[in-house]
């Protein structure tokens, strides 16, 4: 894409004439191979498209644009004012900021970890993941500033955000550039383990203390093709980040628009009018986003038929069929994929199939909502009984498919986390068995497709049948009144649990009901008896503002609970 306004960037921005982008290579590197490394990436980009705009940031004080050889050069600066700054191979850097491209490439061209904190996190979560990461070095934003602690002891980077000259941040590249002494990428080594770790990411930590999730270079770097291939990112698509980078690395998605040379227009806050004007204006061709930022988006006033097809990549959390029928109504492309944290975001996706053209939208949106088949350079995703957890050298059984079994979903492969960072225990439970355990219950079709039930914590046992609160959102979101929903277990003097389902309601429909909340529960019960089981039915039903949320759109069922037990 072009342009969209005059931006000067700073002079050590500019890279020199005649630019080699190769970094110094290790001695005795085999002829016929190399260390995969996602920094390849922008510097096959800078080399092929220098003058393409590969990054935009426009709804700030100071936006600024960068061509991929003027990135690629911020990128360099970077590096060198980590290894100036006394970063060495394999230490953490950590990054508290909304999004962060420069140091995804940045940190890891100066053989760092990078260390992505969530910037809704509490003072006291942040300097947790702080501590047990043994960060070397902190960039932050101005704004989450007061994220850290006051008694750190590494240095700290704080950006304002400008791309001007007098931002601290711009004068940590500009150190950079002066260290570098012009030495370019030939004066920086490249890693030669492409097994070294490349991301340390913290998860949501909703049940206890987040765990750190070690990926590495080489995961990293086929998992970032992966997404651009089944995204269909190209060097015509322009990116726009709803999803946070800080989440999962942006489920490597900031690799792989530069491995596709793809533009990114980056975005400080979900601000669903920024979102449309850029989906309306600005050829935005790809977003990821987790449900509940879908069904902000389909909902919001500015919403209308697109003037161009966009994919709208959803995981996250399982999206209801409704919402995937709404966004393709709007003229988006649904492209539903799962994963988790430990499987660098995405490993799987809801593969489109010849014979769905003759289905309705309905039928065909239930389809699309299964989470599908492992994905390009992932290995086959698996759902197994699950073994005893003393069980020694378990063989795993898959269970039959019939759609009905229901196992835990288990993978192995090159996208697969290293470990578990500083926790030998928790890596050997999750990699018990041979493969990455997920925690997530599923059934398998006869198709090979997978269909996620619940996270194993999450089931509701009633009666002694076992209900899917997934399942039963599913068919509760159908109600053309309900904005979202959540279901969650309450105790049952005589069932033992019950379904107890929190609603938000329809804007559009929200004033049928004011002062009439009895009439819709009524409704919403009558709605599950003619979709549901009788144990799987909600026996409560609560209308409420808002559900409690991570801050990448995950609903807190943890938070419902604990009000539920107080009930």
Known sequence: MDAPFTFTPTPASIPPPDVVYRLKQPPNTPVNTHPL????????????????????????????????????QRIQNLAYALVRAGIKPGDRVAVIAPNSADAHH??????????PINTRLKPSEVAYILDHSGANLILVDFEYAHLVPRDVKVPVIISKDTGRSGDPYEAFLAEGRRFSQERSWGGLDAEP??????????????????KGVLSTLRGSYLAAIANAFEGQINRDSTYLWILPMFHAAGWTYPWSNTFAFASQITLRTVNYTHIWQHFLNSGVTHYCGAPTVQIGIIN?????????????IIAGAAPTAYLISELEKLGFKPVHVYGLTETYGPFTRSYDQPNWDNLSLTERARLMARQGQAFATAQEVRVIIPPADDEQNPVLRDVPRDGKTVGEIVTRGNIVMKEY????????KAFHGGNFRSGDLAVMHPDGTVAVMDRSKDIIISGGENASSLAIEQELASHPHVLEVSVVARSHPKWGERPMAFVILHPQHATKWA?????FIKDMKEHAKARLPGFACPEWVEIVPELPKTS????????LRRIVAKL
């Open 300 to 312: 919001d006033p500015q919403a209308r038929k697109l003037p161009q097809p966009i994919a709208a």
């Open 421 to 428: 960072f500083r926790d030998p225990e928790a890596t050997r």
């Open 37 to 72: 490394n996602p920094l390849d990436f922008v510097l096959r980009a800078a080399q092929i498209y220098p003058d393409k705009v590969a990054l935009i940031h426009p709804n700030v004080e100071h936006p600024v644009y960068y061509t991929f050889a003027i990135w690629a």
């Open 193 to 210: 383990n492409e097994n070294a770790g490349a991301t340390l990411c913290y998860t949501s930590g909703t049940t206890g203390r987040p």
């Open 552 to 559: 990448t759109g995950k609903i807190l069922k943890t938070e």
């Open 515 to 519: 002062d009439r909340h009895h009439d």
């Open 106 to 115: 940045g940190v890891i061209a100066a053989r760092a970890i990078l260390t």
